[in-house]
């Protein structure tokens, strides 16, 4: 028989010291039976039930792009998949508890990255499914681990808007063609302008 392995998310903080905007997950795992667990190769896929929680005007605009009118959010309203994730969890004998990292875009052009950049406080319901393969026994043996496993954390948007700051400061960027940066280039050299931000009013004073 496979151990039977059951997961919690016992909290989440921000990684002090990474190349890129991170959130790490403290996943806890249990095994039903006493056998020693020699390692689990763990596939996770990360989703945002966006149904899960309540929303102000203000949010109900900033998700139009994603939602659509608040008229059709019985409906609009769905599941986002945030990111998928590969981690191999060490040796354990009944339970542990392992770091998921989970590395945070601020692509506006995403639509997880668009869903908590449109919120301003409470928290981001999350569900984490878990599959992959569970090495055990002697000699040693696999089994498969169901995407039926999961485990759900409300995660503080607080915690993603401070981990986005440390590393953007209040800035945002957006994914332009060469071709669209080249006319903007143009612009900012005709009117004698200091900085991409000039340029962005300058247009947008236009019209």
């Not at 900033?62 to 009118?69: C, K, V």
């Amino acid at each position: 028989m496979v151990p039977a392995l059951r997961f919690a998310v016992e909290g989440a903080e921000r990684v002090e010291h990474a190349a890129v905007p991170t959130i790490a997950f403290a996943v806890g795992i249990e095994s039903t039976d006493e056998r020693p667990v020699r390692s689990v190769l763990l596939d996770v896929q990360v989703r945002i039930a966006a149904r899960r929680r309540s929303y102000d005007e203000a949010a109900h605009d900033r998700l139009f792009e994603l939602f659509g009118p608040v008229e059709q959010w019985g409906t609009s309203l769905r599941t986002l998949l945030w990111t998928r994730a590969t981690l191999v969890v060490p040796p354990f004998t009944r339970s542990t508890v392992v770091e998921l990292p989970i590395a945070c875009s601020y692509d506006l052009e995403v639509a997880a990255s668009r869903y908590f950049d449109g919120l301003e406080d409470g928290d981001v319901p999350l569900e984490l499914l878990f599959s992959g393969t569970v090495f055990y026994g002697s000699p040693l043996q696999a089994g498969r681990i169901s995407w039926e496993s999961e485990a759900g954390y409300r995660m503080p948007v607080a915690l993603w808007r401070e981990t986005m700051d440390r590393y953007f400061n209040g800035t945002a960027w957006l994914r332009l063609r060469k071709q669209s940066i080249d006319r903007l280039a143009a612009h900012k050299s005709r009117h004698a302008l200091a900085t991409w931000e000039d340029v962005v009013d300058s247009l947008l004073a236009e019209h």
